[in-house]
Every structure is written in C-alpha cells, then in structure tokens.
C-alpha cells in the first residue's frame, strides 16, 4: 500500500461512503487517500448492518424452533449461547472487514489509508493525528464522509450511570466501544424507531426481558400507522413491552444495574434493569474536524450544508453520507451513501459537469420478524406535497403463499394519485419484505401506474404477488379471485 501525501481526492472517513468514493476515484485513475480514527469500515461493517442482521437472524431461529408455524411439528427450546454467538458475529465482521475494507487497500492502485483524528487546518490542508504522531496531508479535493453516530439525549442522571447504544454490538477489536459481552437478563430501551425494534425484538427472542419506551404515540415514526401498530401488536404478543406517550424523567444507579424513572398514563414509574439502551436517533459527526477553518457551512443540526451536487460552500470540497443529515431526501442508510460518495468523486474529479443527487426512490427495510419495507411517499406524504391520491391497505391473508406458509402476519399498503393512477408509495408488513420491495422500487422509478402491477404475470405462489393484489384491490374485490389474482 503506497501513500500519496497529496492525493487528488483527500477523504475523511472509511465506511461505505468514503470506500465508495475512493473506488470511483481510481476508477478515474485518480488517487484517493482515507483518513480513519476509529476501525476501518465504518458504522454498517463493524458495528450496525453486518452485525444486527447477523444475531437477529440466529434470534429468529431460535425463536421459530419454539413456535413452529406448522401444525405437526414439535416445539424446541434450543439453548443459546450469547458469548458464542458474539463470537461467530466477530469473526463474520473480521473477514468481512478485510474482504470489503481492507484487502481493497492493497489491491487497488491509486488507495492509502492514514489512521488518527482529521481535522482540517485549512481549505486544503488536513493534519492526522494517530498512534504515531500527526502528520499533515493535502488534498486537491476533499470529500467528507464521517458518517454519523448515536444522539445522547440529555436525560438528568444519565452522565451518572452506564448504558449502551446501537453501537453495543461493535466488534471486541474496537477499542472505541463498550459493547454488550454478557446477555442482560432486563433491559429498558428508550426510543421507537428500527434500531429499538430491531434489537428488542432480538433480545426478547434469546429471554431478555425487555420494555421500549417512547414519548411518542406511536412506534415508528413516519411509517403508515396501520403498519407500525400492527408491527407493535406482533411484537407484544412476543413479549417485547411496549409504553408510548412516556416521559422518562432520570435515570439513576439502581441494585440491579440501572433504575429508569418516568411517567406514564398520569401515574409515575421507577423500572429497575440490568441494562439501559438508548436508541433515539443519530447525528452527523461534524464536531471537532475544524470545518469552520476551512469556511465550511453546517446546518442548525450539525450536518453539513451541501448543494444538489453535494458540493459544500467550499467549491473543492463535497459531502455525502450520513454526515450531510437529511438534505435534498437524503436517508441515514448505507446504499444511500456509497451511491453518493461514488457521485461526490465523479463531481469531484471526472471534469464533467456535476450531477445532481436523486433522492427520489429510496427502498428501506427494517429488520424485525415480520420485516416492514417501504419506498416512496407514505399517504400522509402524499397529502403534505398536495397530491390528490388514494390508497388501499391489503391483509396478508390474502395473499396465496402467505396463507401457504404459515405467515399471514401483515399488510401492504399503497398510495396512488388519482388523476394519473401512478403509484406513488408503497408499504408492506410481511414475509420477505425486505426482498418484495425492490420490485415496487423499481416500478416506482419508472414511473408505474396500477396498471403495471395489475398486468404484470408474477410467479405463484410468491410473497411479490402481494403487490399485484393490492392493485388489484383499487377496482376489484380480491377475496374473489382465484389462484395467480387473474
């Protein structure tokens, strides 16, 4: 691995964002050089995608041996172990880290890796200060993408007590974090978004005792609300307790770990646990890279303020990722931001004029048994941009391979404008969501109508069906079709 001191492209930052830029940037035949304070790989690698969706899965099989689906089949409580688990997750994110991150350093030509703390001393020059010493570099152009970390909110007495984030399930190699070596027997979540879901569904499924907490209304935020209650029956009928409309007042040192303080239903709480978790959000990392030596502007949130180009105020330098918050329909995601670190190197770097960013069809999926995806506008979306639209909301016991399986848990909604019939939004509640929606985002893209869907042969019996269905459903009553909802 050569280092270039003054590369073309000079990126803070070394997840999937800043990889992706750098990739592009030799595939220019320019050179790139990365800047790391913490593991190699970002958040998604070592400490949020990879990992969760590792243990969510061995959760999952846990918990479908002792509820089998199936009449006939014999109910097993299969012993787990949390440290071993732990230690095949470590092992997945090691070789994974080194075949996605760090083999590609010394591969690719063109690519360097400077470990510490960046900060920027001047519009074009960074000083990196790590195990040996600092050392200043320079850059033609510069690209910030430090991605984001957990929003600690400023709860009385948390300073006081230990908790953990999403981060708990970092890598043991990380030494930046505390992570979760022993399973807690309680745990008290607060927030209600899809980390929170994610891993309280996980730890009530391996016999952690587990109580969400959230001020709001409703689990979620932002999801159609048929789809997000549903969601929060399934996972209480799975012993996940759930309270919305919380205050939580303090936290303090508790006998058996931590002692969570709130009210609830006009009547005041003390819950004492093993374990506090607090999932509300994250927030850019900015702070602390001397951005404002180099004139760079940041919004009221932190995240940097960026135009359609992901150009900064600063002309030669961009931003792309988590670390530019939510601007132009951005979302805290991993494809999200290695699509636009790759567009930030070639506005960067390939002499043509800079491209906008498309933020228009994002598919997301959150993780939880049954998983919830979703693409484009939701109907209260729709209404807000002043779109004349209807929707339609079909249960999955309507759908033929979801009765066949066993797993009619769910619903799929959509949202169409009326005047075009153009499908606006779609939401699904079910089996291999994670998986259907691509087909919705890809039929969103193109600017499909009902008519697409509905004239659209899908293989039967299949869980994408669904979305045939439900457009059936806007002019026909589907529970009087036959098979293949011809």
């Given amino acids: 691995m050569t280092i270039v001191s003054e590369p073309d492209l000079l990126i803070l930052g070394s997840g999937s964002t800043a990889f992706a830029a750098a990739l592009h940037a030799a595939e220019l035949g320019k050179t790139a050089l990365l800047t790391e304070e913490r593991t190699i790989g970002g958040t998604c690698a070592n400490r949020g995608c990879l990992p969760s969706k590792n243990l969510i899965e061995a959760a999952r099989l846990v918990h479908e041996a002792a509820h089998p689906r199936y009449p006939g089949l014999t109910p097993l409580r299969m012993p787990a172990s ?16 080194w075949e996605r991150y760090e083999h590609l350093l010394h591969e690719i030509a063109g690519l360097g890796l400077v470990r510490g703390r960046a900060q920027l001393l001047s519009p074009h020059e960074v000083v990196v200060t790590g195990p040996d ?127 969570v303080t709130f009210q609830w239903g006009g009547q005041r709480e003390t819950l004492e646990v093993e374990q506090l978790l607090v999932a509300t959000g994250r927030r850019p990392n900015t702070d602390g890279l001397g951005l404002e030596r180099a004139g760079i502007v940041l919004e009221a949130d932190g995240a940097v303020q960026v135009d359609r180009t992901l150009r900064t105020s600063v002309p030669h330098i961009w931003a792309a990722g988590d670390v530019i918050g939510w601007a132009w329909g951005n979302q805290f995601a991993t494809p999200v931001g290695a699509a636009d670190g790759r567009l930030a190197a070639h506005n960067a770097l390939s002499g043509e004029p800079p491209r906008p960013v498309d933020h228009r069809v994002i598919p997301r999926c959150i993780f939880t048994d049954p ?116």
Wanted: some cysteine; overall charge neutral; proline content about 5%.
């Fill in 82 to 97: 949390w440290s071993e688990l732990l230690e095949q997750k470590d092992v997945l994110v090691q070789a994974y880290r």
């Fill in 133 to 259: 010493g600092a050392r200043r570099l320079r850059g033609q152009q510069l690209l910030i993408a430090t991605g984001s970390r957990p929003v600690v909110p400023a709860l009385p007495g948390l300073e006081k007590v230990p908790f953990l984030t999403s981060d708990l399930l970092s890598s043991a190699d990380d030494p930046w974090q505390t992570s979760l070596r022993q399973q807690p027997r309680s745990l008290v979540i607060l927030g209600a978004g899809a980390i929170a879901l994610e891993l309280g569904q996980l730890f009530v499924r391996l016999g952690t005792q587990v109580t969400l907490l959230t001020r709001g209304a409703q689990l979620l935020p932002g999801v159609e609300p048929e789809l997000a209650w549903t969601l929060a029956g399934l996972l209480e009928a799975e012993g996940l307790q759930l309270r919305t409309r919380v205050q939580v007042q303090r936290v303090a040192p508790g006998v058996r770990g931590v002692a």
């Fill in 371 to 486: 998983p919830l995806a979703m693409v484009g506008l939701t109907d209260a979306q729709a209404q807000q941009e002043g779109l004349a639209c209807a929707c339609q909301v079909l249960p999955l016991n309507l759908v033929p391979r979801a009765g066949a399986i066993h797993r009619t848990q769910g619903l799929v909604k959509m949202v169409v404008e009326r005047a075009s019939r153009r499908v606006l939004g779609v939401s699904l509640l079910g089996e291999s969501a994670g998986e259907v929606i691509h087909e919705a985002a890809m039929a969103l893209r193109f600017g499909a109508t009902l008519e697409d869907f509905t004239e659209l042969i899908h293989v039967y019996p299949t869980m994408a069906e669904a979305l045939k269905l439900v457009a059936l459903s806007f002019t026909r009553d589907v529970r009087l079709l036959s098979c293949c909802a011809s």
